[in-house]
């Protein structure tokens, strides 16, 4: 899906580790009735199931080896996992290439401009507390105001 107007707000992807390309934007759009997400995703690297955990976590900076200042899954309500405002589906890698379009009311817009985006290493197993179990952080964007 291509939306033809302008996202509310974005975050552009990055990994740091100098054996990894993550690379790639997410896109929010504030809808009425909740928050349009669009992911768009490169350079992922191969781990074995193809998906990889994708969250919006509560920090709000992507510095430092393992993205240590993300801080854990955006979840304002104290929710178990995966009820978190901030869990998000996965990402499904096509020859390390995702794209991926989902609506979410758990949070508005303006709730999570200046949070980070992450990707994990793995897949979210959608139950280990507090955070699925998706491995390492490979990649980070901080969502910004467009």
Do not use: W
């Amino acid at each position: 899906m291509q939306y033809s107007r302008r996202p509310n707000a974005r975050a552009i992807i990055k990994s740091r580790e100098p054996y990894l390309n993550v690379r790639g934007e997410v896109l929010f759009y504030q809808e009425r009735d909740g928050v349009l997400v669009t992911a768009k995703i490169t350079g992922l690297p191969q781990n074995g199931s193809g998906f990889y955990g994708f969250h919006i976590h509560e920090g709000n900076d992507c510095n430092g080896k393992g993205f240590p200042d993300t801080g854990s899954h955006y979840n304002p309500n104290d929710l178990p996992h995966p009820s978190h405002a901030g869990d998000l589906p996965p990402l499904l890698s096509n020859h390390g290439s995702a794209y991926m379009t989902v609506k979410t009311d758990r949070f508005r817009l303006r709730d999570v401009i200046g949070r980070t985006v992450v990707i994990h290493a793995g897949p979210d197993d959608f139950h280990t507390q507090p955070s699925g179990d998706a491995g390492e952080k490979i990649a980070c964007g901080v969502i910004r105001a467009v």
